[in-house]
């Protein structure tokens, strides 16, 4: 059955690159009854790494393998190639290696088929697009062009999200425009980040909760995966 079939709206989130961070993501999505997708590099689990923000050193370490399945249970696990390169411009058989091994092997770390992508830096086009479309078992793959639209997009390989997470003044107008919606067609509010931003200040981590309190447990909204919503 689809969400279709009794609501008119629902809301995704959608987080890259598989850091720790996504421990405490996924303790505030289901506090409030959210779930998320997650988009990893299978090659890179594990790693230990830091950055430098606003004078901070920031965690950049990587959920190791062998937690995957625990970690994300209840979420959905997607593609975000095995060493996140940017595809644009790479031979076509690398853009099938690096997305539909990546695809294989985090089915084998959650035991079930991934079928969401999202891509790595950002920069995609129609070449990239297609190849992933006709050689790879991904049916649908996220954009980090943000869009003012709610209404339903076509083209599943390059799909826009709405806001990405740290733009407070733009999320919090934006659920607040999502929730006074009465429409009579299906409405997708897309949000989407990395959790380790949520460390560059020391409120970030408050403000998303305030915005997830804002747009949670409303009875006429749908709240699921990128694949539940997307796709069904």
Request: net charge negative; proline share 3%; aromatic share 12%.
């Amino acid at each position: 059955m689809s969400w279709k079939d009794k609501y008119r709206k629902a809301v995704t989130f959608s987080y890259d690159d598989g850091v720790t961070q996504d421990i405490r993501l996924i303790e505030l999505f289901n506090k409030y009854n959210f779930k998320g997708t997650f988009n990893l590099n299978s090659e890179l689990l594990g790693n230990s790494g830091m950055q430098e923000r606003n004078g901070r050193r920031i965690s950049h370490y990587k959920i190791v393998p062998d937690k995957v399945r625990d970690i994300y249970e209840g979420h959905e696990v997607a593609v975000h190639t095995l060493t996140h390169p940017t595809l644009v411009g790479l031979p076509e058989d690398e853009i099938i290696r690096q997305v539909e091994q990546d695809r294989l092997n985090l089915g084998e770390l959650t035991g079930y088929e991934i079928v969401g992508m999202a891509y790595p830096n950002g920069p995609n086009d129609d070449r990239v697009a297609g190849i992933i479309r006709e050689h790879t078992g991904v049916l649908y793959s996220r954009t980090t062009t943000c869009v003012d639209s709610f209404d339903e997009q076509t083209n599943f390989y390059r799909f826009n999200p709405n806001a990405h997470h740290r733009n407070t003044e733009r999320i919090m107008k934006m659920g607040h425009d999502f929730i006074s919606l009465k429409p009579d067609k299906s409405q997708i509010f897309y949000i989407w980040g990395h959790s380790y931003e949520m460390d560059y200040e020391s409120d970030e981590w408050m403000k998303f909760e305030e915005f997830l309190k804002l747009i949670s447990n409303h009875d006429d909204i749908f709240y699921g995966t990128n694949a539940e919503v997307l796709l069904g």
